[in-house]
């Protein structure tokens, strides 16, 4: 997962997927656009993240099906290194 805080637009993209290319985009809260591929979700723009990113970025999680805590992160991260590429790996949940 790859986030860009572009901090003049005051915006989040966090890609999804290695696929090149949307082919449509909804949006999902009024802060929150998803860009698919097919029915994939391969991108996300977070607008206005100084409002707050749980909300809209819990909406598109509940919408597509993504995990909330890692676009937490990658927006988190993304915020911390403004204008800069940040790259979050993130593992699947390990058996307690």
């Known amino acids: 997962m790859r986030a860009d ?26 802060r929150a656009i998803v860009a698919l591929r097919g029915d994939r979700p391969v991108e996300l723009q977070l607008l206005y993240p100084d409002l707050g990113v749980d909300e809209p970025l819990g909406v598109a999680a509940r919408s597509y099906g993504l995990d909330v805590e890692a676009l937490i992160a990658a927006a988190q991260a993304a915020l911390a290194a403004p204008d800069r590429s940040v790259t979050l790996a993130v593992a699947g949940r390990s058996a307690a």
């Not at 805080?5 to 009024?30: M, P």
């Open 5 to 30: 805080y572009d901090s003049k637009a005051n915006a989040i993209s966090i890609t999804l997927s290695r696929e090149v290319g949307a082919e449509r985009a909804g949006q999902v809260h009024s």
